[in-house]
């Protein structure tokens, strides 16, 4: 039977330590879907759409790996797709809080034998998140080394195309 793996979050944008959680998941299933969250309430750099192209081209060197959206429960789209596992990365003690109670609010809404999974987060990506990156890149700092190249550069074109 096909071990299918989940990595969902807003992906705004990829990182360097989402590419690393994603390479390292893609090894251990025999697929893994990451899953873009529609979320209306997170205010998001890049659309939904550009999320998911983003997501595609850098994972593209990875045959088993799916990109896809969804909004609402995360447990319903779990639900309906026989995920065996959700994996999570931990990057620092303070997010481990937060995942338990998600872990475990999730292990109720799981209709079937779902588990979440966490990998440790790569030391060197440890500290940035997503919002940090778009801090840094639209006050003018340097970004590259912690989201891909590609990533650089689409961050540049959308801070020009605010800036118009
Ligand atoms: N490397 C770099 N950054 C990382 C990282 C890693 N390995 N792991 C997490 N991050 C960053 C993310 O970029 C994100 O940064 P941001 O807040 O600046 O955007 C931050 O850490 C938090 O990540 P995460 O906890 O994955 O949040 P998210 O918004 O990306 O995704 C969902 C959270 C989608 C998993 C969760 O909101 C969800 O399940 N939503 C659906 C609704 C639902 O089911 N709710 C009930 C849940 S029990």
Known sequence: MERKALYA????????????????????FDSLTVAIVVNPNKKCLFTVD?????????????????????????????NAGGFAAVVRGLRVTTDFENELQMAQMNARLFKGSTETVFLMTDPNYSFISSSLIKEVATLGGEVSGLVPDYVVLRIENKLQEESK
């Not at 944008?13 to 893609?26: K, S, Y």
């Not at 969804?70 to 319903?76: I, K, R, T, V």
């Open 9 to 28: 979050g807003s992906f705004d944008p990829v990182t360097n330590g989402h590419l690393n959680i994603i390479e390292r998941a893609a090894g251990m």
């Open 50 to 78: 550009e999320r998911v192209e983003i997501a595609k081209e850098v994972t593209k060197h990875l045959p088993n790996v799916h990109v896809d959206k969804f909004s609402g429960l995360l447990a319903d789209y779990v």
